[in-house]
């Protein structure tokens, strides 16, 4: 059976760099032999999965503090116990 490649559809967007974050990402997409374009997307690519997975973590917290009844305080308290060690034991 033949399945014909339909390949996604693409925008063109204009987005504006400073001169020298445009310089380095010429110089990487040249090292790594990609077009500027493709090695923006990939960038792209990565902060969204970045950012999925960290809200993803984030929301996980949430839940486990709510689920333990877990205070401001409780964490406040936990901090400067933290602190409190540690300074003890640089001393």
Known sequence: MYHHYMPEKTST?????RQD?????DEVARTES?????????????YI???????????LIRE????RGITEDDV????AAVRA???????
């Open 13 to 17: 967007v204009n987005i504006s760099f």
């Open 76 to 79: 406040a308290a936990e901090v």
């Open 34 to 46: 990609r077009s500027r374009s493709e090695l923006v997307r990939e960038a792209a690519r990565m």
């Open 21 to 25: 974050l445009l310089k380095q990402i």
């Open 85 to 91: 060690e540690r300074a003890q034991r640089t001393s």
């Open 49 to 59: 999965e970045r950012k999925r997975r960290m809200d993803s973590v984030i929301e």
């Open 64 to 67: 486990t503090v709510r689920q």
